[in-house]
């Protein structure tokens, strides 16, 4: 399967709006039409799904400003949008090899974070 098809499964979750596949050096393998954050935020969003950047309360993705929702829990962390009429959430799932990201709906942010970790769980199975 091609990383773009993985991009495409991954858009398939609820409420999602954008996904992306990265390295662990934030460099995009395959990303939804339109999604094309920056290699340093990728990276700052890694580290954060690591523990390993506790700097500030909030994240800009994209143009758009996060804040942090809750702390990274084995290898998932959710940011919230804070502009705009409508709330995203950024879901960032760490695999393997690299990262997912998925930028969903607020309003199912608990579906579609269950549904980006079962699909890092899939990835992982496969040895990604």
Known sequence: MSWDAHVNS????????CAGL??????????????K???AEV???IKL???KDIGGE?????GQKYMFRSPADEGLLTVLS???????????????RGVLL??????????SREYLDKYKNYLKGIGY
């Open 22 to 35: 990265f390295g662990m050096d934030g460099n995009p393998w395959a990303t939804s039409a339109g999604f």
């Open 58 to 62: 909030s994240i800009t993705l994209c």
């Open 102 to 111: 998925g930028v969903s709906l607020a309003s199912v942010a608990g579906a």
């Open 49 to 51: 799904v690591q523990g």
């Open 43 to 45: 990276a700052r969003l």
């Open 82 to 96: 804070l502009g705009g009429d409508e709330k995203y959430v950024c879901n960032v799932c760490q695999s393997t």
């Open 10 to 17: 991954l858009m398939s979750g609820p409420g999602m709006k």
């Open 37 to 39: 954050p920056t290699q």
